[in-house]
């Protein structure tokens, strides 16, 4: 075991503060990993603030970050994929059981004993696992990602959360090329679908109840953008899209997307609205529409959406900042205040 210097909340209400954390040693097929750069999710502040208590409760003092890339300083005897001074990444998993139907069709984020980056049982030392938000990791290499060394590393980190998170549903709708596709919202999550839709080839349309929002919107790839809170606009495309991607994770109004669909289309939440949507039976009935919701990405789902990503140099709009500022940028996380992802420059973590 290792001492790594890493930034922790000792309780829901806690300021985070610096101090250190316990790593294991490296074992035969394990990576470790200096930590270049961190993104910010909102799940990380859920977790911090032990908001989703009834369903993964916070253990504290609780280390997040599963928005990983950094350098390889270390690799096991047994590692045969990675080398010390690659550059590679960590995602929202660092483990699973590796023998479910789940894991065997790499869809590791459905099996029944992974492993979370943070806040989740840990084999190896007891309590639970530390994340991102430190100088160093180790990772069983099964876990590791290879980070693409053409893309702005700041810009990648989100991509192990934020952009699996939006390419997964795109990706497995099928071939979109010249489909309506529909993003419902443009924050971390949405402008990543803006991005990935528009490089399948799809016709790309943005819901926003921002009209501040539109000039980015098409910046980032959009064909055109529909306020939705304009009823005329609205109704002038409703029954028009193959696919929506709702990203929304307040409660709003799900119906007035399912309307949008047209015959046989699907919309796939990947936002968590805290309360339960009212979901009209009727609205899916007449049109034979579906309703469904994504998680992540297999690891090697993940691993095809960074080579994606690199082919058409895909990164997230990101603003970086130092570790020392990471109070202050969960107060403007809540209030969306942030275009459209923080990403930490952990190298900030050296001067403490």
């Given at each position: 075991?290792?001492?790594?210097?890493?930034?922790?909340?000792?309780?829901?209400?806690?300021?985070?503060?610096?101090?250190?954390?316990?790593?294991?040693?490296?074992?035969?097929?394990?990576?470790?990993?200096?930590?270049?750069?961190?993104?910010?999710?909102?799940?990380?502040?859920?977790?911090?603030?032990?908001?989703?208590?009834?369903?993964?409760?916070?253990?504290?003092?609780?280390?997040?970050?599963?928005?990983?890339?950094?350098?390889?300083?270390?690799?096991?005897?047994?590692?045969?994929?990675?080398?010390?001074?690659?550059?590679?990444?960590?995602?929202?998993?660092?483990?699973?059981?590796?023998?479910?139907?789940?894991?065997?069709?790499?869809?590791?984020?459905?099996?029944?004993?992974?492993?979370?980056?943070?806040?989740?049982?840990?084999?190896?030392?007891?309590?639970?696992?530390?994340?991102?938000?430190?100088?160093?990791?180790?990772?069983?290499?099964?876990?590791?990602?290879?980070?693409?060394?053409?893309l702005n590393l700041a810009g990648v980190a989100p991509l192990l959360c934020a952009g699996i998170t939006t390419y997964?549903?795109?990706?497995?709708?099928?071939?979109?090329?010249?489909?309506?596709?529909?993003?419902?919202?443009?924050?971390?999550?949405?402008?990543?679908?803006?991005?990935?839709?528009?490089?399948?080839?799809?016709?790309?349309?943005?819901?926003?109840?921002?009209?501040?929002?539109?000039?980015?919107?098409?910046?980032?790839?959009?064909?055109?953008?529909?306020?939705?809170?304009?009823?005329?606009?609205?109704?002038?495309?409703?029954?028009?899209?193959?696919?929506?991607?709702?990203?929304?994770?307040?409660?709003?109004?799900?119906?007035?997307?399912?309307?949008?669909?047209?015959?046989?289309?699907?919309?796939?939440?990947?936002?968590?609205?805290?309360?339960?949507?009212?979901?009209?039976?009727?609205?899916?009935?007449?049109?034979?529409?579906?309703?469904?919701?994504?998680?992540?990405?297999?690891?090697?789902?993940?691993?095809?959406?960074?080579?994606?990503?690199a082919e058409h140099g895909i990164t997230s709009d990101v603003e970086v900042i130092p570790i020392q500022k990471v109070?202050?940028?969960?107060?403007?996380?809540?209030?969306?205040?942030?275009?459209?992802?923080?990403?930490?420059?952990?190298?900030?973590?050296?001067?403490?």
């Open positions: 075991m290792y001492k790594a210097k890493a930034y922790s909340v000792a309780s829901a209400a806690s300021q985070f503060a610096s101090g250190t954390i316990t790593r294991r040693e490296t074992t035969e097929r394990d990576v470790q990993i200096e930590i270049l750069f961190c993104g910010i999710c909102h799940s990380d502040l859920h977790t911090v603030r032990d908001e989703w208590h009834s369903v993964m409760p916070t253990t504290y003092p609780c280390v997040p970050g599963h928005e990983i890339v950094g350098r390889v300083t270390k690799a096991g005897t047994a590692v045969t994929n990675f080398k010390a001074g690659d550059l590679v990444g960590v995602g929202c998993m660092v483990d699973s059981d590796h023998t479910c139907p789940n894991c065997h069709d790499g869809l590791e984020q459905f099996c029944p004993g992974s492993t979370f980056t943070y806040n989740s049982p840990d084999k190896h030392l007891g309590g639970v696992t530390y994340g991102g938000y430190s100088e160093s990791i180790v990772v069983d290499e099964r876990f590791v990602l290879r980070v693409p060394t053409n997964s549903p795109i990706r497995r709708w099928g071939d979109i090329k010249g489909k309506k596709i529909g993003v419902v919202g443009l924050g971390g999550l949405g402008h990543m679908g803006v991005k990935f839709a528009r490089a399948f080839g799809a016709h790309v349309v943005v819901f926003t109840t921002s009209p501040n929002k539109k000039e980015d919107a098409i910046r980032l790839g959009a064909h055109e953008v529909i306020i939705s809170t304009n009823a005329a606009e609205m109704k002038k495309q409703a029954g028009t899209f193959n696919f929506i991607l709702d990203t929304i994770a307040a409660d709003h109004d799900i119906n007035a997307y399912i309307n949008m669909l047209g015959r046989d289309g699907n919309i796939t939440l990947v936002g968590a609205p805290e309360t339960p949507l009212q979901v009209s039976a009727f609205a899916l009935l007449f049109g034979r529409k579906s309703l469904s919701g994504s998680l992540i990405g297999g690891i090697a789902e993940t691993q095809e959406m960074l080579d994606f990503c109070n202050e940028a969960y107060e403007r996380l809540v209030k969306s205040d942030v275009k459209y992802r923080f990403s930490i420059d952990m190298a900030s973590l050296k001067t403490e």
